[in-house]
């Protein structure tokens, strides 16, 4: 789980309280770290941003060599004390997604830093490269800096320009904590590519869909209206593990259709964060009360599978991406049917990956407005989520306009679909790439 993130004028305190006494703050550093948390690139990737905070502040504060994966794990991911890294690969996997993050950050919008921080392979300690020094991507600061030039030891005019830039880009920084809720301007790429669901007064709705389920639910026999736990299910001594059992408590079976799944609920909080900035005003409803009539000829996001989506199974049915389950992999699996012959054909996956899918389904009313209904789904959390992020994500969205344009499509289509495959590491997404797209003729 993700820890709550410091505000940005917090980041000074932060990094003073590991420095000895005798140490100073880089504020060449401090400033190339605060610039890549307030850029867009990282806008929505809070577990990344901690990750790189927590490192950078180590190696400011001298102890970089101090950092390996298991306090990593801990201090930043959320893991418990004394899990294994052998077992659990997750620190592994998010210093990659930082890498890859990290170039395109510096490939776009900080394309113009100065100062560049890298994570090299093989180590959890952040290097700093002079972009303006030729030299090999390896060399630390104190490499790309000659010796008389070094932070800390440069020519005062260099000391009023990194203070400056520092104070701009911490300012940058608590203007964006303090605006999250207030209207911001987006990427032109996601306004075209989200249309009138990100426009004022578009009012648009996400809907999430609720899994049916049976809830455990330890009750005394006086009030258990339902089915008591078969004891041959075993799961007595599992729940006692975790819920404490009162003298005369069983476990019942308890309907519910409440709850979405914990992916589709995140891609609901990413999406909505987007709305937000946008200055979009954004209601959220679980799918139970609102059916897929209701969606059309609406701006609004849905969010599920049709194995637990009524109305995702209304709006897929026509388009040519499908999701199902597949016996053959008993799992969930994205399909499409064979025009020619009728078949079902499946997608097929590297082990260890999942597919995303997003269906872009835009409408005209009768009275000429246009809407724009996105259907978010995924063969299973991490898909759904990384569907998610991939529509809010400016650099991604421009990845599929310039495939659109290599394959002679000037601009976004009215009705069109995106498949992604993805790792992923229990139920986030990671290294999630564009695999293919349909345009749909309607």
Known sequence: MEKEQQPRAMLLVSVKTVLNPAQEIDEAKLAALVAIEASQTFQRHEQLRAFLRFVCEYEMAGRGDDLHEYLIGVEVLGQKPGYSTMENS??????????????????????????????????????????????PSTDT??????????????????????????????????????????????????????????????????????????FVRSLPDSLAN??????????????????????????????????????????????????????????????????????????????????????????????????????????????????????????SRKPGTVHGLITVINEQRNDGVETRLVVISGENSAGSLAAAEYFSCASCMREFKDRLRVDGIKEFPRTYQIVLSTEQNEVLPFNYALETYRVIQR
């Open 90 to 135: 997750v620190v592994r996997n998010r210093a990659h997604s930082l890498r890859k993050k990290l170039a395109e950050y510096y490939a776009g919008e900080g394309s113009d830093a100065a100062l560049r921080i890298e994570i090299p392979k093989g180590s959890y300690c952040p290097h700093y490269i002079n972009a303006h020094i030729p030299g």
């Open 226 to 347: 339902y089915k008591q736990l078969p004891d041959e299910l075993n799961l007595k001594a599992w729940y006692a593990e975790r819920y404490p059992l009162q003298q005369g408590d069983n476990l019942y079976f308890v309907p519910n259709h409440n709850s979405p799944l914990w992916g589709d609920a995140a891609s609901a909080i990413t999406l909505s964060r987007l709305l937000a900035h946008a200055g979009a005003d954004t209601e959220v409803l679980p799918e139970r009360v609102q059916s897929a009539f209701a969606l059309r000829n609406r701006n609004a996001i849905l969010i599920g599978r049709p194995e637990i989506s009524p109305a995702a199974a209304v709006f897929l049915k026509d388009m040519y991406y499908n999701i199902h389950y597949s016996p053959e992999i008993h799992d969930q699996e994205v399909y499409w049917t064979d025009a020619a012959t009728g078949r079902v054909k499946e997608l």
């Open 141 to 214: 600061v104190e490499q790309a800096f000659p010796s008389e030039e070094r932070p800390g030891k440069a020519p005062r005019i260099w000391l009023w320009v990194a203070t400056a830039l520092l104070l701009c880009t911490v300012c940058l920084g608590i203007g964006f904590r303090w605006g999250e809720s207030r209207t911001r301007a987006i990427d032109d790429i996601l306004q075209q590519a989200w249309g009138p669901l990100d426009s004022k007064g578009s009012h648009p709705v996400i809907c999430i869909a609720n899994a049916p389920e049976l």
